[in-house]
Each structure stands twice: as structure tokens, then as C-alpha cells.
């Protein structure tokens, strides 16, 4: 009879453990830096909104997948007209937004005319400045007219703005997201986390999450043993900072070093004296050692560039060599311009450690060759109202996140303050520029001319610093755009 | 008394008017525009201009200052900016962590330092007089943030009985709450009670030097009794003054202890809202805690009063 017993409490045993091993977990915690402040990614520029709600909460009628190719979205298909400026997107079938409501091509309208409306507060605006109508044809197919063709109009349809909102709920999105995503909002403890949970009406692939969670770990030191503890499982982009090494030998974790579109750069005045004369540019430029920045600012792991584009994308053109380090040409350079003797000016810094600890370093390589910089820490807050708005600066560091964005450098009032006629006309056909191989070759031509100009210093691309539980797939490894797109990830035995 | 209690009331309620304004000033003076830092980089001047108006930011000046003091009187702390719910909501959950915290920490260094603080003064001078008064040097020295770390890598990711960080809300159980609150307050609590400790001590050893102490020692009294009943007693004035100015700070000078914990308490809504430039959420809180200080303050006197009957009769 015991022996009857103890066979029978094996088996449920070893039962209860077999179920336990095939059912993986279904949930994850997620630590982030910075809480957003709302969730509405069409009202907001934090990077923070688009992180936690592109592709989770929010779709667009594209979307960009991890290696920063257009994918289909809320569209199945598109198909463009012959002069490039009408496009005919043929949406899916069946989608609900999570109050419930059906998805129609009048959402679409309505998300996509409220963004390019006068009154619109999109922090992307530009990007919906070229449509000038959209007509919802039928509930399933809406034609988008823009003004002339746009090479990248599929790319922008996919940016974390220009989300698909309903047109029932979009009021209400900042606190209450209401998308078509395979996760929904459960609840937001502000200050602390940031839950979804799974949409079980998704009109797609369903996740293989049950639940995510967004906790806001605010500190660098304090991220570690968060991890260590096992009360977060992963930080799509870390502040590892020291602690880095520790964590990459550890066998529990995987440390994926991915890149990102955040070209820093060390921005300059243009129209700021000395710094509107070419050759004080250039000794700046020859006076730096970027892997000695690289080394301090982001722990040897960003990817030195040479001009304002991102390594990973088609097109690149490595022009890392147009200015080798070089102290005595810095020198010539200054003396071309009449200033042998050197000069004083400032340096802005913003609060990230990039900047900060970059900072340092330029201030002490241009020192070798006569400038004395003197350092301004800034917040964001004076940053933006100084330096982005008043242009009341010298010099500054900064890291410029936005996708394809070389097209800064011919905006008119820019902080850069630079004004280039050939740069402005290549940007120009960019723009209106939709074969594949044509559109490369000017991205190039772009890239040399900033290149060579020097309107800012180029010195790294922000590396992305991916920490998650070894068991873990699924997590994105580069960030073509801020997402932390879960829709894939799921736990390993 | 009473004309005494009334005449700090009028003070503290000019206090307030004074502190709205500084408050209100300065938040004016800081570089910054919270429009500009919502709409982010790629944002046009119109669309930043029509945000400001829509905040109501472009109203002149004393209008506005007006309109804010006037919502303080009848209890509207107004909207914050960047979340736009209201003001007091997000206190509100705030100071679901921020008070259990400050007043665990509170009882945790009170019930630490009074005792070592009797045991030093009547040993004084002695060995473990010298031990104790080294150890509280130790704990006013050592950064707490360093020490919140040591504890977290000791309970949380090797010993695993408290979570490394957070906190699951008062919902989540009062156990599970007390748990995720328990390393933070005793963070908090140890140089708090470092420095009362040293406090104590010295008020404690210069009432034993007093006569009436040699007169109650002279009638026989044992030295514990006249220790505990009569020397401490007197003693506990600077030792309430400090417990309150270490309250005050408990409830929002703890930044450092709520990120290295990442608590949602009210000393970081106060350090994001800055940041934001959340212009309405900086002042309204400030404005809170300047009548919490006020309040601490009142208090604090009246138990001067219950401690030492010679103040009742005062004026």
C-alpha cells in the first residue's frame, strides 16, 4: 500500500514538473530609464512613448522591422501610380481597435488628416507635409495624393508618429492608448511600471507574451542588481556603464551590442564667428581623435562616422579618413584662418553621459591645439530653449536619434545655422527621388558634402546596449527607430 | 497659549503667501519651455506657439500667478503639463509611498539612536561610549546611496527575501508593500539616526551635569530612574527639533534613496517635474510641502510644551 502510494505521488510529480517545463513563461519585465510622460505617439516626442507602444499598442499602416526595412502593416499591400504621387494602400480585414470599435479606412483618414491638419500638434509633422489629400476609397482601401513623388513616404508611413489612431478614441490616447496592436494597456502605476497585456481579438499573429511590463529603473547603479536579482529580465538599451563586463560574462544573460540612428555629433554655430570660417572647422575636425571619445563617452562601443549617416543603412559611405587625426594640419588649418594663437569659446552640455563624458575629452584635445573650451552643463529644458531654439551657442554635443535625417542640414533656422546651396539641391531631388539606386547615390553625395564641409563634427553612432535573460528571444537587436517591439519575443527552455 | 498658537498661525499663513510667490518666481526665471520639450525636436515654432496657448502659457504674468494661488485657496492644485491629469492625483500616489516611508524610517532611527544615544552619555568617555559615537560617525559618513546598494546586493540578489527595487502598490497586499519599502527606510534610516544619536548623547550629558540630577542622585534615587525619567526627558527638545527638520526631509529630500530603489515617491515626481519643466506640478508641490514644513514646525513646538510644562504657561 505505501509502495502503491509513493509510485502514485512520483508519477503526479514528475506530471506536475513535465507540464510545468512545456508551459514556457509568459510574462516580462522590462526595465527603462525614462517614463514617458503619456502615451500617445502623436502628441508627444519623448522617445519613450514610441518605445513601449510602436508595434505593441500602435500599428501604422507600414512598419519598420529590426533591420529598418518597410514592412507591411495595417496594410496588406500598396500600390503606387506611375508619376509616384498617388499611393493605394489595400488595409486588412477584420482589425478592432481594443475598445472594440472596427478599423476602417475612415481611421486611416482621419489619423493621417489630423496629423497634416493646421492645428496639429504631431511632433513629426514635417512628415505628412507633402500629403494633400487622402480619400477613403472604400472601408478597406484608402488613396493617399501627395505633391510630388516621395522617396521615402512607405518609410514615414511606418515612423512611431504616424500610428494609426481611431477616431473614437484618439482624444483619449495620452492615458487610455486604444490601438490596434497585439498588446493593449493594462495599467500604469506612474512613477513605477507600465503594464500590457495581451490582445486576445488581435487581428494578426498573436504574441506569445501574456504580459510585459515597463518598469522605470531611473538608475544606472541601481539597474544591475535589478537584473541580478531577477526582478527584471531585460533592458533593450541599458546604462550598463562599468558594470558591463560583469554582465557579459555571466552565462544567465545575453549582452547584444546592436547600433541605432543616433549619429552624436559635436554641433557647431555656422554662423557664429570663427566657426563660419571653413578652415576653423576643419582644425576642429583634425584636431579630434575619435576613439579617444568613442573610449570615454560610450565605453568603446560606438561606431565612428564621418558624416550624418548611420553605418547600418543603405547607402553609407565611410568618410571617417576625410579628416585623420592630426594635430599639425589642426594647426595649419588655424593659422589659415588667422587664428595661430588659438581661441576661446563654449561647450553646451546636455545631462546624458555621452555628452558629458565626450565633453571632456574634446575639451582637453582642443586644447592641443590652442582652443580653450569652457564647459556649460545644461539641462534639456535650457538645452532646447538656448541651444535648439535661441541658437545662443558655440559648440555642443548631442545625439540625433531620428531616422534618415541627414536633411536637417538644409532646413531653414536650424540650430546649426548652416546654409548650403548645393547641399540644399541634393536634399531637394532626394526628396522627390524614388528609384532605388538613384536615391543612394545622392544619399552619398549628401554624406560627402557634409563630410568635407564639416557643419559639425562627426564622431560616433550610439550603440545599443541590449541586456536580457540568455533565455530570452526575440528582443530586437538594433534600433532603427526607438521600439521595443515584443511582438516576437518569447522564453526558451 | 492660545495667543501664542495664534500668532504662529498668522505667521505660518503669511509664510505661505511669501513662499508662493518665491516659488512662482522662480520657476518663471528658469530657462525652458515646457511646449518646446513635449513636441521635441522636429516640431515647427507655430506648432510650439499653439501649444503654449493651449497650456495657457502665454497669459501674462500676474494673471496667471493669480489664477494659480486662487485654485490653491480652494484646494485646485491644477493639471500637470506633461501627464495632464491633476496635480493632487499624482500626489496622491505619491505620498502613498512617500509617507509610510518617511515615518518607517522615522520609528526605525528613533528606536535606534535613543537607546545608543543613553548608552554613550552614561558611559561617557568610556569604551563603549568611544565605539558607539565611532559607529554613528561611520553612518553619517558613508553615502547612503552606496550603502542602499550594499543592501540590495546583500537581501535582494543574494539573499532573495526583498525585492532589488519598486514598489507593487498598497494593492499588491500590505506585506508585499512593507517588503519592497523595508531596505529603502532602513537606508534612510541609518545616517538619520547616526546623526540624532549624536544629538542625543550630547543633550543627554549636558542635563547629567546639571544640579538637580546630582540632587535626585543625593536622595537616593537609582541611576537608571534618574536617567531615563528625569535626564532624558529634559533632554528631548534638541532631539525633537531634529526629528522634525529629518521628517520634513524624509518626505521629499529622498531622490537619491527612491532612484537607487526606484520608488515612485514624491521627491522624483518633484526632480521630473523640473526636468519637464512641469511648471504647475513643481509649484503646486512645493507649495504642499512648504505647509507640510509649517505644519511639522507647529507641531514640533507643541510637543516642546508637552515635554517641558515650563513652556505652557509662556506666551
Given at each position: 500500500?505505501?509502495?502503491w502510494?509513493t509510485?502514485?505521488a512520483?508519477?503526479?510529480?514528475?506530471f506536475v514538473?513535465?507540464?510545468?517545463?512545456?508551459?514556457?513563461?509568459?510574462?516580462?519585465?522590462?526595465?527603462?530609464?525614462?517614463?514617458?510622460p503619456h502615451l500617445?505617439?502623436?502628441?508627444?516626442?519623448?522617445?519613450?512613448?514610441?518605445?513601449i507602444?510602436y508595434?505593441?499598442?500602435f500599428e501604422?499602416l507600414t512598419?519598420?522591422d529590426d533591420?529598418g526595412?518597410?514592412?507591411?502593416?495595417?496594410?496588406?499591400?500598396?500600390?503606387?501610380?506611375d508619376?509616384g504621387?498617388?499611393?493605394?494602400?489595400?488595409?486588412?480585414?477584420?482589425?478592432?481597435f481594443?475598445?472594440?470599435?472596427?478599423?476602417?479606412a475612415?481611421?486611416?483618414?482621419f489619423?493621417?488628416?489630423?496629423a497634416r491638419?493646421?492645428d496639429s500638434l504631431?511632433p513629426?509633422?514635417p512628415?505628412?507635409?507633402?500629403i494633400?489629400d487622402v480619400?477613403?476609397v472604400d472601408?478597406a482601401?484608402v488613396?493617399?495624393?501627395?505633391?510630388?513623388?516621395?522617396?521615402?513616404?512607405?518609410?514615414?508611413m511606418g515612423?512611431?508618429?504616424?500610428v494609426?489612431?481611431?477616431k473614437?478614441?484618439?482624444?483619449?490616447n495620452?492615458?487610455?492608448?486604444?490601438?490596434?496592436?497585439?498588446?493593449?494597456?493594462?495599467h500604469?502605476a506612474?512613477?513605477?511600471?507600465i503594464?500590457?497585456?495581451?490582445?486576445?481579438?488581435?487581428?494578426g499573429?498573436?504574441?506569445?507574451?501574456?504580459?510585459?511590463?515597463?518598469?522605470?529603473?531611473?538608475?544606472?547603479a541601481a539597474?544591475?542588481?535589478?537584473?541580478?536579482?531577477?526582478?527584471?529580465?531585460?533592458?533593450?538599451?541599458?546604462?550598463?556603464?562599468?558594470a558591463?563586463?560583469?554582465l557579459?560574462?555571466?552565462?544567465?544573460?545575453s549582452?547584444?551590442?546592436?547600433s541605432?540612428?543616433g549619429?552624436?555629433?559635436?554641433?557647431?554655430?555656422?554662423?557664429?564667428?570663427?566657426?563660419?570660417k571653413l578652415?576653423v572647422?576643419?582644425?576642429?575636425?583634425s584636431a579630434?581623435?575619435?576613439?579617444a571619445i568613442?573610449?570615454?563617452?560610450?565605453n568603446?562601443?560606438g561606431?565612428?562616422i564621418g558624416?550624418?549617416f548611420?553605418p547600418?543603412?543603405?547607402?553609407?559611405?565611410d568618410l571617417?579618413?576625410?579628416?585623420?587625426?592630426?594635430?599639425?594640419?589642426?594647426?595649419?588649418?588655424?593659422?589659415?584662418?588667422g587664428l595661430e594663437?588659438?581661441?576661446?569659446a563654449t561647450?553646451?552640455?546636455?545631462?546624458?553621459?555621452?555628452a558629458?563624458?565626450?565633453?571632456?575629452?574634446?575639451?582637453?584635445?582642443?586644447?592641443?591645439i590652442?582652443i580653450?573650451?569652457?564647459?556649460?552643463p545644461v539641462?534639456?529644458?535650457?538645452?532646447?530653449s538656448q541651444v535648439?531654439?535661441?541658437k545662443?551657442y558655440?559648440?555642443t554635443?548631442?545625439?540625433?536619434?531620428?531616422p534618415?535625417?541627414i536633411?536637417?542640414?538644409s532646413r531653414p533656422?536650424?540650430y546649426?545655422?548652416?546654409?548650403?546651396?548645393?547641399?540644399?539641391?541634393?536634399?531637394?531631388e532626394?526628396?522627390?527621388t524614388?528609384?532605388?539606386d538613384?536615391?543612394?547615390?545622392l544619399l552619398g553625395?549628401?554624406q560627402?558634402?557634409?563630410?568635407?564641409?564639416?557643419?559639425?563634427?562627426?564622431?560616433?553612432?550610439?550603440p545599443?546596449?541590449?541586456?536580457w535573460?540568455?533565455k530570452?528571444?526575440g528582443?530586437?537587436t538594433?534600433?532603427?527607430?526607438?521600439?521595443?517591439d515584443?511582438?516576437?519575443?518569447?522564453?526558451?527552455? | 497659549?492660545t495667543?501664542?498658537?495664534?500668532k504662529?498661525?498668522?505667521?505660518?499663513a503669511?509664510?505661505l503667501v511669501?513662499a508662493?510667490m518665491?516659488v512662482f518666481?522662480?520657476m518663471?526665471?528658469?530657462?525652458?519651455?515646457p511646449?518646446?520639450?513635449?513636441?521635441?525636436?522636429?516640431?515647427?515654432?507655430d506648432q510650439?506657439e499653439?501649444?503654449?496657448?493651449?497650456?495657457?502659457l502665454?497669459?501674462p504674468?500676474v494673471?496667471?500667478?493669480?489664477?494659480?494661488?486662487?485654485?490653491?485657496?480652494?484646494?485646485?492644485?491644477?493639471?500637470?503639463?506633461?501627464y495632464s491629469?491633476?496635480?493632487?492625483?499624482?500626489?496622491?500616489e505619491?505620498i502613498a509611498?512617500?509617507?509610510?516611508?518617511?515615518?518607517?524610517a522615522?520609528?526605525l532611527?528613533?528606536?535606534?539612536?535613543i537607546?545608543?544615544?543613553?548608552f554613550?552619555?552614561?558611559?561617557q568617555?568610556r569604551a563603549?561610549?568611544?565605539?558607539?559615537?565611532?559607529a554613528?560617525?561611520?553612518?553619517v559618513?558613508v553615502p547612503?546611496?552606496w550603502?542602499?546598494?550594499?543592501?540590495?546586493?546583500?537581501?535582494?540578489?543574494?539573499?532573495?527575501?526583498?525585492?532589488?527595487?519598486?514598489?507593487?502598490?498598497w494593492?499588491?497586499?500590505?506585506?508585499?508593500?512593507?517588503?519592497s519599502?523595508?531596505?529603502?527606510?532602513?537606508?534612510?534610516?541609518?545616517?538619520?539616526?547616526a546623526?540624532?544619536?549624536?544629538v542625543?548623547?550630547?543633550?543627554?550629558?549636558e542635563?547629567?551635569?546639571e544640579?538637580?540630577?546630582?540632587?535626585?542622585?543625593?536622595?537616593?534615587?537609582?541611576?537608571?530612574?534618574?536617567?531615563?525619567?528625569?535626564a532624558?526627558?529634559?533632554?528631548?527638545?534638541?532631539?525633537?527639533?531634529?526629528?522634525g527638520?529629518q521628517?520634513a526631509?524624509?518626505l521629499?529630500g529622498?531622490?537619491?534613496?527612491?532612484?537607487?530603489?526606484?520608488?515612485?515617491g514624491?521627491?522624483?515626481l518633484i526632480?521630473?517635474?523640473?526636468?519637464?519643466?512641469?511648471?504647475?506640478?513643481?509649484?503646486s508641490i512645493?507649495m504642499?510641502?512648504?505647509?507640510?514644513v509649517?505644519l511639522?514646525?507647529?507641531?514640533v513646538d507643541?510637543s516642546y510644551?508637552?515635554v517641558?510644562?515650563?513652556?505652557?504657561?509662556?506666551?
Amino acid at each position: 500500500m505505501k509502495l502503491w502510494k509513493t509510485i502514485l505521488a512520483a508519477a503526479v510529480l514528475s506530471f506536475v514538473a513535465a507540464t510545468s517545463a512545456f508551459a514556457a513563461r509568459t510574462d516580462l519585465t522590462l526595465g527603462i530609464v525614462l517614463e514617458p510622460p503619456h502615451l500617445d505617439p502623436t502628441a508627444g516626442a519623448a522617445a519613450a512613448i514610441g518605445e513601449i507602444t510602436y508595434a505593441n499598442v500602435f500599428e501604422g499602416l507600414t512598419r519598420i522591422d529590426d533591420n529598418g526595412q518597410v514592412q507591411p502593416g495595417l496594410a496588406e499591400s500598396w500600390a503606387v501610380s506611375d508619376d509616384g504621387k498617388v499611393y493605394t494602400f489595400k488595409l486588412h480585414s477584420g482589425v478592432k481597435f481594443h475598445d472594440g470599435s472596427a478599423f476602417s479606412a475612415d481611421d486611416v483618414k482621419f489619423s493621417l488628416d489630423r496629423a497634416r491638419a493646421k492645428d496639429s500638434l504631431n511632433p513629426q509633422k514635417p512628415l505628412f507635409a507633402h500629403i494633400t489629400d487622402v480619400t477613403a476609397v472604400d472601408p478597406a482601401t484608402v488613396k493617399v495624393t501627395l505633391d510630388g513623388p516621395q522617396g521615402n513616404f512607405l518609410y514615414d508611413m511606418g515612423q512611431v508618429a504616424a500610428v494609426i489612431v481611431g477616431k473614437g478614441s484618439a482624444d483619449g490616447n495620452k492615458d487610455k492608448p486604444i490601438g490596434t496592436g497585439p498588446f493593449k494597456l493594462d495599467h500604469w502605476a506612474k512613477g513605477s511600471e507600465i503594464t500590457l497585456v495581451k490582445n486576445p481579438d488581435y487581428w494578426g499573429t498573436p504574441a506569445a507574451l501574456d504580459k510585459a511590463t515597463f518598469r522605470i529603473v531611473p538608475d544606472a547603479a541601481a539597474a544591475v542588481p535589478a537584473l541580478l536579482s531577477g526582478d527584471i529580465q531585460a533592458f533593450a538599451n541599458m546604462p550598463a556603464q562599468d558594470a558591463l563586463g560583469q554582465l557579459q560574462s555571466d552565462p544567465r544573460f545575453s549582452v547584444v551590442i546592436g547600433s541605432t540612428e543616433g549619429e552624436t555629433i559635436l554641433s557647431i554655430n555656422n554662423k557664429k564667428p570663427p566657426f563660419d570660417k571653413l578652415a576653423v572647422r576643419q582644425a576642429l575636425a583634425s584636431a579630434i581623435d575619435r576613439s579617444a571619445i568613442i573610449d570615454a563617452a560610450s565605453n568603446g562601443l560606438g561606431k565612428p562616422i564621418g558624416s550624418h549617416f548611420s553605418p547600418g543603412d543603405a547607402g553609407y559611405v565611410d568618410l571617417t579618413g576625410v579628416y585623420p587625426h592630426d594635430i599639425a594640419k589642426a594647426k595649419e588649418y588655424l593659422k589659415e584662418a588667422g587664428l595661430e594663437n588659438g581661441f576661446s569659446a563654449t561647450i553646451k552640455l546636455p545631462p546624458v553621459p555621452y555628452a558629458r563624458d565626450g565633453g571632456q575629452v574634446i575639451q582637453s584635445q582642443l586644447k592641443d591645439i590652442g582652443i580653450n573650451l569652457q564647459i556649460i552643463p545644461v539641462e534639456w529644458a535650457e538645452w532646447l530653449s538656448q541651444v535648439f531654439t535661441n541658437k545662443d551657442y558655440d559648440l555642443t554635443i548631442v545625439s540625433h536619434v531620428e531616422p534618415n535625417d541627414i536633411d536637417i542640414y538644409s532646413r531653414p533656422g536650424y540650430y546649426f545655422q548652416y546654409d548650403n546651396p548645393k547641399f540644399n539641391d541634393v536634399i531637394k531631388e532626394l526628396g522627390a527621388t524614388v528609384d532605388k539606386d538613384k536615391r543612394l547615390e545622392l544619399l552619398g553625395a549628401a554624406q560627402k558634402i557634409l563630410a568635407h564641409d564639416v557643419p559639425a563634427i562627426y564622431l560616433f553612432e550610439l550603440p545599443k546596449i541590449g541586456v536580457w535573460d540568455a533565455k530570452l528571444q526575440g528582443m530586437w537587436t538594433n534600433w532603427p527607430i526607438e521600439a521595443d517591439d515584443l511582438t516576437k519575443v518569447k522564453w526558451t527552455d | 497659549m492660545t495667543a501664542y498658537f495664534v500668532k504662529r498661525l498668522i505667521i505660518a499663513a503669511l509664510t505661505l503667501v511669501l513662499a508662493s510667490m518665491v516659488v512662482f518666481a522662480v520657476m518663471e526665471i528658469l530657462p525652458g519651455d515646457p511646449a518646446r520639450l513635449m513636441l521635441g525636436l522636429n516640431a515647427s515654432a507655430d506648432q510650439v506657439e499653439q501649444l503654449r496657448n493651449q497650456m495657457g502659457l502665454n497669459a501674462p504674468l500676474v494673471l496667471r500667478y493669480l489664477h494659480w494661488a486662487g485654485g490653491l485657496l480652494s484646494l485646485d492644485f491644477g493639471r500637470s503639463y506633461t501627464y495632464s491629469v491633476p496635480v493632487i492625483d499624482l500626489v496622491r500616489e505619491r505620498i502613498a509611498v512617500s509617507l509610510p516611508l518617511a515615518l518607517i524610517a522615522l520609528a526605525l532611527s528613533t528606536i535606534i539612536a535613543i537607546p545608543v544615544g543613553v548608552f554613550s552619555a552614561s558611559r561617557q568617555g568610556r569604551a563603549g561610549d568611544t565605539l558607539a559615537m565611532g559607529a554613528a560617525q561611520l553612518g553619517v559618513a558613508v553615502p547612503n546611496f552606496w550603502f542602499a546598494l550594499m543592501l540590495i546586493y546583500l537581501f535582494a540578489v543574494w539573499l532573495h527575501l526583498v525585492p532589488a527595487g519598486g514598489f507593487p502598490g498598497w494593492s499588491a497586499g500590505i506585506w508585499t508593500a512593507l517588503k519592497s519599502l523595508l531596505l529603502p527606510a532602513v537606508a534612510l534610516a541609518l545616517p538619520q539616526a547616526a546623526i540624532l544619536a549624536r544629538v542625543a548623547r550630547s543633550a543627554l550629558i549636558e542635563v547629567l551635569n546639571e544640579d538637580y540630577i546630582r540632587t535626585a542622585r543625593a536622595k537616593g534615587l537609582p541611576y537608571r530612574a534618574v536617567l531615563w525619567r528625569h535626564a532624558l526627558r529634559n533632554a528631548m527638545i534638541p532631539v525633537l527639533t531634529i526629528l522634525g527638520l529629518q521628517f520634513a526631509f524624509l518626505l521629499a529630500g529622498t531622490i537619491i534613496i527612491e532612484n537607487v530603489f526606484y520608488l515612485p515617491g514624491l521627491g522624483r515626481l518633484i526632480f521630473q517635474a523640473i526636468t519637464q519643466r512641469d511648471l504647475i506640478v513643481v509649484e503646486s508641490i512645493v507649495m504642499l510641502l512648504v505647509a507640510a514644513v509649517i505644519l511639522i514646525n507647529l507641531i514640533v513646538d507643541f510637543s516642546y510644551a508637552v515635554v517641558d510644562p515650563r513652556l505652557r504657561g509662556r506666551q
